[in-house]
Structures are given as C-alpha cells and as structure tokens.
C-alpha cells in the first residue's frame, strides 16, 4: 500500500531564509510524487510533480522538490522565503503512471514571519 | 479557463438530514475524482469516475454516500442521512485523459466544508 509522511505538523521559517516541507512516501513500484498547496479559502493548487528524470524539480512560485530514491524523500525547498508563502502544504504519491487516485500527506502548514 | 468549481462552499447540516454536494469539472476532463479531508488529518481519496462510469470507488466510507455523474459533466456527492463523523472538507479535481501519453495532474476545487451538528 501507498503512504506519505509528512513528520511536521507546521513550519516557521523567517522571511528571506531558506525553507523545506519535509515529506518521505512508501510505494511498491516506482512513485509518481506531487506537491500541492491550499492557501486560505482556495482549493489545492499544482506546484510540482516528478515523474522521472532529473532528480530537482522545479515548480511554481520558486518552489523546488529533491527526488532522493534511496532516502524516499521528496522535500519541498524555496531558498527565500516570502510571507506570501504561509500556507498548507501537502505532499501527494501515487506507484503508477496516468489517473489512478493520489494518497496524501496529513499537510504541513508553513509560516513565514516578517 | 474556468477552473473546478464546487457548491456549495459551506454547508450546515443537522444529523440525520441530507446533503447534496455538486462539482463542476474543468470542460473536457475526463477524470473526475472526490476525496475528503477530516480536520488535521490525511486527505483521502472517496471516488473516481472516468467520463461517467465509475472507474474506482474503493474510498466511499459506507452506503450513505452516493456520487453521481450523468453524462459524463458535473458530478453530485450526497450523502443520506448524515452523521457527525462525516464533518470535513470535501475536495473535487478533475483531470485529462491520459491518451495523450504523459501523466497530467489533477486540479482541485475550493471544497465544500461540511459541518453536521
């Protein structure tokens, strides 16, 4: 069966200082991994996805992700933090490609202190 | 391009009383999937339909709830009679087919926040 940890209910971070969301998956084949975010009274926004390839994914709003296989991690990294990013993040895997449903993370929620 | 859009955004309900949840899709999408996320904790995935059947609805709690698809568009999620655990967010996302070779993400709605008193 499919999982994500997501070991940290909430991260502080200061603004300009580099941040991670740390998230590790387990999957039974090779994993196809998505990082989303919920900014207050919006749905889930698409921030990045690996599917294979290079390990550092870039995504949107400056956002990365490191694909690390033996460590089954795949953090979330900005290295500048705004305080536009304080928001919910979750990490989301599924062990096959194409539409077969995601297994979330319980979220992370990020703060960026000015 | 209109995004996914789900309504009511808020719903109060008393035990015992139904309520009916609507999700509109992105136009064309054949994939459309419910999850729902009780506070704090993982979301979890309910259902899938790809067009109008019912491709995968091993995440439905119990037979008080039912999704509907007519004609492949908007999807409905009702859930009759409620109970107290069924307090949560619900989340809608939708997705292309995958005939064009390569994995595509899902797009979420805002949810509807569910509340049974």
């Known amino acids: 069966a499919q999982s994500v940890a997501q070991p940290e209910d909430q991260v502080n971070v200061a603004e300009g200082n580099p941040l991670t969301v740390k998230c590790t998956y387990s999957v039974s084949g090779n994993p196809y991994l998505f990082w989303y975010v919920q900014y207050p009274n919006r749905g889930l926004q698409f921030l990045l996805k690996y599917i294979t390839g290079d390990n550092l994914v870039k995504g949107s709003y400056g956002f990365e992700a490191e694909f690390n296989k033996s460590q089954t991690s795949f953090h979330l990294k900005k290295p500048s933090a705004l305080v536009s990013d304080s928001a919910l993040y979750f990490c989301a895997v599924r062990d096959s490609p194409g539409n077969t449903p995601l297994v979330f993370g319980k979220g992370t929620r990020l703060s960026v202190i000015a | 391009e209109a995004g996914v859009t789900q309504f009511p955004s808020h719903s109060v309900i008393e035990k015992g009383q139904t309520v009916t949840l609507r999700c509109d899709p992105i136009?064309?999408?054949?994939?459309l999937y419910w999850y729902r996320r009780v506070m704090g904790k993982e979301i979890k995935f309910l259902l899938h339909?790809?067009?109008?059947?019912?491709?995968?609805e091993s995440g439905m709690p119990n037979n008080r709830f039912l999704a509907e698809r007519t004609g492949g568009t908007y999807s409905t999620l009702k859930v009759q009679p409620a109970e107290l655990e069924d307090s949560g967010v619900y989340f809608c996302?939708?997705?292309?087919?995958?005939?064009?070779?390569?994995?595509?993400?899902?797009?979420f709605g805002q949810g509807t926040r569910l509340t049974v008193v």
């Open positions: 339909f790809v067009k109008e059947s019912k491709q995968d």
């Open positions: 136009s064309g999408h054949d994939n």
């Open positions: 996302a939708s997705s292309q087919g995958r005939d064009r070779g390569y994995e595509t993400e899902a797009f």
